[in-house]
């Protein structure tokens, strides 16, 4: 075996020695984000938490869709990460945001690390079910310790400093929320694509599609599931930290079963493992449920189980996966016989 | 002979607690083990059979034990046209794709039931016989409590009879400790999943009849109990019918004690004590290992 070099000919060589690249779409969601706050200020609530579930969306695909964990259980982390910064803030121990972003992210990384060291020695519906129980765990001990999470109502006004000393929250015009949410959002959004690119990230997605290969080539399989699983926990926490901080509480919801199938949902919907899945399923679900679920609150519910039970049987890379058949179909009627997509 | 009493109490509640989460869950538990399939929607086709019974009791007022074989045959009927069209193209697939299906199920099921009947409670009247109190001698108790318990035992004892002693029971068991060793000995595992499934879903169905008057009836019913049921399977082992059995009765009465003494976060110590015995047993607590 020979080392193919970058400007090689062979073009299966050239596609893997680029794709980490930026391309120039790459810019488009961003831009489109931006055009929104512009375009729609009256939605820009609606705007800020479809960007954090965006990022939700994302830290989940790290776990799932890379390294190939089956949780139900990931609304822990978002959750662990939202009570950190609701209960600081109460207590008006740290209000200010962006290190209460970091302290949100240490805390459900450990939490996500702690569990991860011994969840992750199992596979299958026990691993299903270990998640499960872990955030049941978490969620019925804020119900219980009413006094510091103010149990089944949650804590609300909670007092966040301005952006920077100067940029105000404010609850009514959240247009503060919604920079401070992209901005964040894009610097998690590069580091996942960078992780995503990396050795580590490539030993991941070597994991995920086959396990007994990875530990017969010697590497560390339980330990980079467990740094992937942290890592992804404490992005959870950032997108449930922002959560609090926008809206400014934090109730049980944070850590319900509802929250972790949804961003489940979300994920499938777009496509998991493809980095944007998450971008393109969280616009998906958060638009068509923002319209119908409210107005047809049933009909929705229909739809969207059907939904799933279609992507299940039929679509399995969600709109992304389908959108890569159509344009490979379309180039191969154009150019018979070239078999890389 | 008031600590007797108050302990006599705890058990019978939590025992008939116990006989539904079995009814319940037996069927979850044989067709997980059988197929490794990860049926999430196991308490839609309780819900769905709590309801046949309780509207065909309530609007056609047929009495409750020929509702009860309604409930059954309907639901059974049902389950097998979903595993025959449906969830039989996901046998090999990932486990993600089973959990996705089953959960766009449950929703589908909840947004059915909320479009035929309507999102409220359904209440379920208990025929005059069971209502009431029935003396014990020492102490009285709720009739309907003491007769969960009885027909919890005899399920018990007519499935452990099935599975030990017939033809078919004797494959299930094959099946479930090596499924490749049974196929290749003849056993046509694609006819027996779909009866076995057919079968567990129509206990569920009983099992959401029988518990409707203390589970409460609602569309919101296979999401709330989702995570009870799955306890029970995982801490019972899968494919065990005695496991699925003695686990329904340790939960039934530590829930049913824990939520007297501890209403705030009884639950609690359920996960907790379910996680650490996962972490001791993945296979669960009566469950063989792999």
Not at chain 1, 11 to 29: D, T
Not at chain 2, 26 to 35: A, P, Y
Not at chain 2, 113 to 142: A, H, K, N, W
Request: hydrophobic letters at 55%; one cysteine or more; aromatic letters at 12%.
């Amino acid at each position: 075996m020979s080392i193919v070099p970058v400007n090689s000919d062979n073009p299966a060589a050239h596609a893997l020695a680029v794709r980490h690249r930026f391309r120039w779409w790459e810019a488009l969601p961003w831009l489109l984000a931006l055009a929104f706050y512009f375009a729609f200020p009256r939605y820009l609530g609606f705007g800020t938490e479809l960007l954090i579930t965006i990022l939700f969306a994302i830290s989940l695909d790290l776990a799932l869709g890379y390294a190939g964990i089956v949780t139900l259980g990931h609304a822990a982390f978002f959750g662990a990460g939202a009570y950190t910064v609701g209960m600081l803030a109460k207590q008006e121990i740290w209000t200010e945001p962006i290190s209460g972003l970091v302290i949100a992210a240490a805390v459900a990384g450990a939490v996500g690390f702690a569990s991860g060291l011994v969840l992750l020695r199992t596979t299958g519906l026990t691993l299903l079910m270990l998640t499960l129980c872990t955030m049941g765990l978490l969620e019925e001990t804020a119900n219980m310790a009413a006094d510091v999470t103010g149990g089944f109502d949650g804590l609300d006004s909670l007092p966040i400093k301005p952006v920077f000393g100067i940029f105000e929250f404010n609850p009514l015009y959240p247009n503060t929320q919604y920079l401070y949410v992209l901005g964040v959002l894009l610097v998690s959004f590069v580091f996942v694509r960078m992780l995503v690119y990396s050795p580590f990230g490539h030993s991941l997605t070597g994991i995920r599609e086959n396990t007994l290969r990875m530990h017969a080539v010697g590497a560390p399989v339980r330990m980079r599931l467990i740094v992937c699983y942290s890592i992804s926990a404490a992005i959870a926490g950032i997108a449930g930290a922002l959560w609090a901080q926008a809206n400014a509480y934090v109730n049980l919801s944070v850590l319900g079963l509802d929250r972790a199938a949804t961003v489940l949902i979300v994920l499938v919907l777009g496509g998991y493992g493809r980095l944007y899945g998450g971008i393109i399923g969280a616009i998906a679900y958060m638009v068509l449920s923002h319209f119908l679920s409210k107005a047809y609150p049933t009909a929705w519910q229909l739809g969207l189980g059907l939904l799933l039970m279609a992507i299940a049987l039929f679509a399995r890379g969600g709109i992304l996966g389908m959108v890569d058949d159509l344009t490979r179909r379309f180039k191969e009627r154009k150019a018979p016989g070239s078999g890389l997509p | 002979m008031n600590f007797v009493v108050e302990i006599a109490n705890m058990l019978l509640g939590g025992l008939a607690a116990g006989m539904v989460l079995f009814i319940v869950s037996v069927g979850l538990s044989v067709t997980m083990g059988l197929m490794g399939f990860v049926n999430l929607a196991h308490g839609g086709f309780a819900m769905i059979g709590g309801y046949v019974i309780v509207l065909a009791m309530n609007r056609l007022g047929v009495p409750f034990a020929p509702a009860l074989a309604i409930g059954f045959i309907v639901v059974a009927a049902i389950s097998v046209v979903f595993e025959r069209l449906l969830y039989s193209r996901l046998y090999r697939a990932p486990e993600l794709d089973q959990v996705l299906f089953t959960i766009g199920l449950v929703f589908v099921m909840i947004a059915g039931v909320t479009l035929v009947v309507g999102p409220e409670t359904l209440p379920l009247t208990l025929p005059p016989s069971m209502q009431g109190q029935i003396s014990l001698g020492f102490m009285s108790y709720r009739t309907y409590s003491i007769v969960l318990i009885g027909v919890g035992v005899v399920m018990m004892l007519g499935l452990w009879l099935g599975f030990e002693r017939t033809r078919m029971g004797a494959q299930i068991r094959a099946a479930v400790d090596n499924r490749r060793m049974a196929e290749s000995l003849g056993i046509n595992i694609t006819q027996l999943f779909t009866i076995t499934f057919a079968f567990g879903s129509g206990m569920a169905a009983l099992g959401g009849g029988l518990g409707a008057e203390f589970l409460g009836l609602d569309p919101q019913y296979p999401l709330k109990y989702l995570v009870m049921f799955l306890i029970v399977v995982a801490v019972g082992g899968l494919g065990r019918i005695t496991g699925v059995f003695y686990a329904s009765l340790l939960i039934g009465v530590l829930d049913f004690t824990l939520k007297k003494y501890l209403p705030q976060g009884g639950t609690v110590f359920i996960y907790g004590l379910t996680i650490l015995l996962l972490l001791w047993r993945p296979q669960g607590l009566f469950g063989r290992a792999a």
